[in-house]
């Protein structure tokens, strides 16, 4: 008899993403008996996913259970596994996380990992994950798993592993992405790509790769990347970092360029290294842009994801995303190979034990079991290192509500470093805290003063939209495009 258990989804509403999971579950044949819990703040978007998961199962016929309730608690109740894909502050916070940073000279691609915009995203994030947190220890589950997708992956994780009280684990799909490009320059099939990636998280490092069984050593990727039609133009700052480090990286390009202090710092160096055919590939607030356009574009377009609800689930492939085949291998034995984020606890020899680290691990019926005694190349762990203190200050600033430890955090940052002076970030986090006042209740009784400080600003800023920004297309303008690519 299969399994029946309840899988809840917090940050439901991000449609797109839920569908792919719970698609990615119910191809699991023994979870087609599961209760799917769906739960959002938006009401709407709750009310949109409701009806193309419950779709997707009266299509295939199966004996899944469907609810969606705003009521947070009420969706983690009895809760055996539950996950996070939130976004806290939205669109609206997320577009200061850009255009304040911008007034300093700061220019992010997409600011949800470290540098000012994901520190400040971090800082959003943490109380709430810690809400989630208590709810789970309270009525889900005992010994719950909660897997977070939200970014700030490793300060967040951070934050419910340290303090949170709750068994977690950070899931991302970067590792496989940088896989499918070293597959595709080394002309193999994914398939017979073998490899070991470690770090953490947007700064994992394939340390050890190995095409058909045979080692790919620094000169032939190298060689491979260069020659690639696409990715020698797209792919810039990572192929200088391989040069240079002498191994790739798993992120992309754009997202690397604000994690190190070298390729964004003077406006008239990003260009070189970006590339602005897709955003990710470094363009100025990129992540913002193509997030708003999907906003708008599936607001339009629902009765067509309604319509590919529609279609048998024989139809979908299975993705490569983690959640589902954890879930298996935990409750069915079929063990499964893949990179996690969990505490160091010495698994990488030279990062701290307390990071966050993001690395392999073979999951069980005992749980997820990580691959221990790895040791980074030495430029990889320095660079690791400095992020991890980033995040280790922020966390705890988040904790404490402590706007001179947040101030700290972000004067560390490798790239606001680079550009800002000591009071000019003093200045530029001030004007967050207040701009992000509504979600930063651990920081109320800092305001005052911080706004008052502002009034009495001697920093200089500028109206300045970034190196390469591109402006937010319409709806009629994306439909258009779309029709030209046809």
């Known amino acids: 008899m299969s399994p029946?258990?309840?899988?809840?989804?917090?940050?439901?509403g991000s449609v797109g993403f839920t569908k792919t999971l719970i698609s990615d579950l119910l191809k699991v044949p023994e979870f087609?008996?599961?209760e799917f819990a769906l739960t959002d703040i938006n009401p709407h978007n709750l009310e949109m996913i409701e009806e193309i998961i419950s779709e997707i199962v009266k299509v295939n016929d199966l004996p899944a259970k469907?609810?969606?309730t705003t009521d947070r608690r009420e969706a983690l109740t009895g809760a055996r596994y539950i996950m996070s894909c939130v976004r806290v502050?939205?669109?609206?916070?997320?577009?200061?996380?850009?255009?304040?940073?911008?007034?300093?000279?700061?220019?992010?691609?997409v600011g949800d990992t470290i540098c000012a915009g994901g520190i400040m995203y971090g800082q959003r994030n943490i109380?709430?994950?810690?809400?989630f947190c208590k709810d789970i220890r309270e009525v889900a589950e005992p010994g719950a798993l909660f897997l977070n997708y939200a970014n700030p992956m490793a300060m967040n994780t951070w934050a419910a592993l340290e303090y949170g009280g709750v068994n977690t684990v950070g899931l991302c799909h970067g590792v496989q992405h940088g896989a499918e490009q070293i597959a595709n320059v080394l002309g193999v099939k994914l398939e017979e790509l073998d490899y070991i990636c470690s770090g953490i998280n947007h700064q994992t490092w394939y340390i050890d790769i190995r095409a058909k069984g045979r080692k790919i050593e620094k000169e032939e990727l190298i060689a491979g990347f260069e020659a690639h039609p696409v990715y020698s133009k797209t792919e810039k700052v990572?192929?200088?970092v391989l040069k240079r480090f002498g191994v790739y990286s798993t992120?992309?390009?754009g997202h690397l360029s604000e994690y190190l202090p070298w390729y964004r710092k003077r406006p008239d160096e990003i260009e070189r290294w970006i590339d602005m055919s897709d955003w990710i590939h470094g363009e100025t607030g990129g992540y913002l842009r193509y997030s708003t356009e999907r906003r708008n574009w599936f607001e339009t377009d629902f009765p067509k994801f309604k319509a590919e609800a529609a279609k048998p689930l024989s139809e979908h492939k299975r993705t490569s995303e983690h959640a589902s085949h954890i879930i298996e291998a935990l409750e069915t034995g079929r063990v499964y190979r893949g990179h996690f984020n969990l505490r160091n606890n010495g698994v990488i020899r030279n990062l701290p034990d307390d990071a966050i680290i993001e690395s392999p691990g073979f999951v069980d019926r005992f749980g997820i079991n990580m691959v221990e005694g790895i040791t980074l190349p030495t430029a990889c762990a320095a660079t690791c290192s400095v992020s991890v203190s980033v995040q280790r200050m922020s966390v705890e600033a988040a904790m404490e509500g402590d706007i001179d430890k947040l101030k700290l955090a972000v004067l560390h940052d490798p790239l606001v470093g680079a550009i800002c002076t000591p009071d000019e970030v003093w200045q530029l986090v001030d004007e967050m805290v207040v701009a992000q006042a509504d979600w930063l209740p651990?920081?109320?009784?800092?305001?005052?003063?911080?706004?008052?400080r502002l009034e009495n600003a001697t920093v200089k800023t500028r109206d300045w939209q970034g190196a390469a920004r591109k402006v937010v297309r319409s709806v009629e303008e994306l439909r258009e495009l779309k029709g030209a690519h046809r």
């Open 4 to 12: 029946t258990f309840k899988i809840a989804i917090i940050g439901a």
């Open 32 to 34: 087609v008996g599961c």
């Open 66 to 68: 469907v609810t969606a």
């Open 89 to 109: 502050g939205g669109l609206e916070a997320f577009a200061t996380d850009i255009s304040i940073p911008l007034k300093y000279g700061v220019d992010q691609c």
């Open 127 to 131: 109380p709430v994950i810690l809400d």
């Open 238 to 240: 990572r192929i200088d």
């Open 251 to 253: 992120e992309s390009n």
């Open 442 to 452: 651990q920081y109320a009784d800092a305001v005052p003063g911080a706004k008052a």
